[in-house]
């Protein structure tokens, strides 16, 4: 604890000593009057002893929603007393307080006080809560004592979820069984075809109305049900950030929603940060990876770095053969374009949702920075244009629009372009 | 006693600028103040001056006002009692430096050579001062 005096209290004891100097100089018992009051005033400060403080922190969770209230319970307790507390919680800015950070109590001798503050959490992160500043101050504030307190508590503040009634269909499936219909021929619920009976097959399986036309067995084939591998590519090279929105968060938002549905659906989910910071978790199913996809991503960040990365980085489990890449980026850095048509050459089933930073960098009206800003639209249309023409369906998600809508426009392309 | 308002003005000024300015140059201000009334008191010939403890209270309490003034500034949301408690404190340290003021006063109004009771009596005064400043010192 520091202790720290008035910046009064010298010009107290600069007068009390004038005055009694002036006293004895003039021989005269005013001025030392004058300086009586101050003398005692010096007196008062100096008796104070410093104090003893102990403060314990509490929340009542520490997992959330974004949007949702944490109350932070601090314990205070005093052996001696202190006549005025002041309490300072220092917050990331991604949480905020909704009646001010700091508080002013009176703590009195061996009494455990407690203070509430409620707290909001503005946007999701890996946070830690639990420093308390204070300043001990006597009754006049002659005197202070200023230290820290308490343990700082991990708060995970998960990101909030879009709304998906339906998800983006891979091309190919894997061997494992799942909810996806596959395109094989195998057993499973969905009619795919038929085809003349051949030695092994089972009787259920014969087509009785296909034999009584054709006068020889036909069975059924179907569409067996199989899971998908389903690799999520987030770009954290770069980031468009403005009045407290940024296409990271929305980009995190949309991972989130994106791993816990196809994980929900026994597919195999992995993440790829692909930016200044490299970070990946190869495909997994269960609770345990929506856990471990959703760590990854609180703790994701833009880093912003110089370095030239490829996919050859990545080891080979992260991206394995036949899985849906779905990539969420602002496309602002030439590294991921460039990643991303080299996983179109190598085969994988690629889609791009582009997190469109045009909302938030838009230039004034009438500007200088307009030509600016169209040349920049322009060169983004002739990089989607690239995807496109190798078969990648790049689709924009703007601002305010719900996910689902560009995961249909995936839908659309795929019908119409029909990639082999 | 015209002579000494320039310097009471001044005083006050510094004591406005002092506050705008979140209480730099509040030593000044009294200091100004103080000098002032000395200065007076000095040019005003013998007889002592019986408003001196009143002068040294209302010095001290501008000081301590103007400090409560700019610690309010801090916006930190207090409890109700604390404003009280800060309030009963000022009082009480402005009546005792009253109380001491005012007797210090009266006893330069006693003759130095009175007898053996007052010099026992300074002595007393002496040493409690001394003790008080030790014991200050030691805590």
């Known amino acids: ?420 | 006693m015209a002579a000494f308002v320039p310097g009471a003005v001044l005083g006050a000024l510094v004591l406005v600028v002092a506050l705008a300015f979140g209480g730099r140059g509040l030593g000044v201000a009294l200091f100004l103040g103080g000098a002032t009334y000395v200065t007076a008191v000095a040019a005003a010939g013998t007889g002592i001056d019986a408003s001196a403890p009143l002068v040294a209270v209302l010095l001290l309490l501008c000081g301590e006002l103007s400090a409560w003034s700019v610690d309010e500034r801090l916006g930190i949301r207090p409890t109700p009692d604390l404003a009280w408690r800060r309030g009963v404190g000022i009082a009480v340290l402005a009546l005792a430096g009253l109380a001491v003021a005012t007797l210090v006063d009266a006893l330069s109004a006693v003759p130095s050579s009175h007898g053996l009771g007052w010099t026992v009596l300074g002595a007393a005064a002496a040493l409690g001062a001394a003790g008080t400043g030790i014991w200050v010192a030691r805590r």
């Open chain 1, 1 to 420: 604890m520091t202790g720290y005096i008035a910046s009064r209290l010298p010009a107290y004891a600069a007068l009390a000593a004038a005055g009694l100097v002036a006293g004895l100089a003039l021989g005269r018992v005013e001025p030392v009057a004058l300086a009586a009051p101050f003398l005692l005033a010096l007196v008062a400060a100096l008796a104070e002893q410093e104090p003893q403080v102990s403060a314990r922190v509490s929340l009542d969770r520490d997992r959330v929603i974004e949007g949702d209230e944490v109350t932070a319970v601090i314990e205070l307790s005093s052996a001696h007393g202190i006549h005025r507390l002041e309490l300072f919680v220092p917050l990331p800015p991604e949480l905020s307080a909704e009646e001010g950070q700091a508080r002013a109590v009176r703590l009195r001798a061996k009494e455990e006080q407690t203070v509430e503050l409620k707290l909001r959490c503005d946007r999701w992160g890996a946070f830690s809560v639990g420093r308390v500043l204070f300043r001990a101050r006597d009754a006049l504030g002659l005197r202070s004592w200023e230290g820290v307190a308490g343990e700082a508590r991990p708060l995970r503040v998960f990101p909030s979820e879009e709304t998906l009634r339906s998800l983006v269909p891979p091309l190919e499936t894997q061997v494992f069984a799942g909810n996806q219909v596959s395109r094989a021929r195998g057993e499973g619920i969905e009619f795919a075809d038929l085809r003349e009976w051949q030695p092994g097959d089972r009787l259920r399986r014969v087509n009785w109305r296909a034999t009584a036309l054709r006068r020889s067995l036909w069975v059924n084939e179907q569409n067996p049900e199989r899971n998908t591998d389903v690799v999520l590519f987030l770009d954290t090279f770069a980031e468009v950030r403005a009045d407290g929105r940024s296409t990271n968060d929305r980009a995190v938002r949309a991972a989130a929603t994106l791993a816990r549905i196809y994980l929900q659906r026994k597919d195999r989910v992995g993440l790829v940060g692909f930016g200044g910071f490299l970070s990946w978790l190869v495909p997994a199913s269960g609770t345990r990876q929506l856990y471990a996809i959703t760590e990854a991503l609180l703790t994701s960040q833009v880093v912003s770095s110089f370095a030239l990365r490829g996919v050859d980085v990545l080891p080979p489990r992260t991206l394995p053969p036949k899985a849906l890449v779905l990539a969420i980026t602002p496309l602002l850095d030439d590294r991921t374009a460039a990643a991303l048509l080299d996983l179109r050459a190598r085969g994988y089933d690629l889609i791009v949702v582009e997190v469109s930073p045009l909302e938030l960098a838009a230039p004034a009206p009438g500007s200088s920075l307009e030509l600016a800003h169209r040349l920049w639209r322009l060169s983004r249309e002739a990089l989607r244009w690239r995807y496109e023409q190798v078969g990648v369906p790049v689709v924009t998600w703007r601002e305010g629009v719900p996910l689902a809508v560009p995961l249909e426009e995936v839908n659309a392309f795929r019908h119409l372009a029909r990639p082999a």
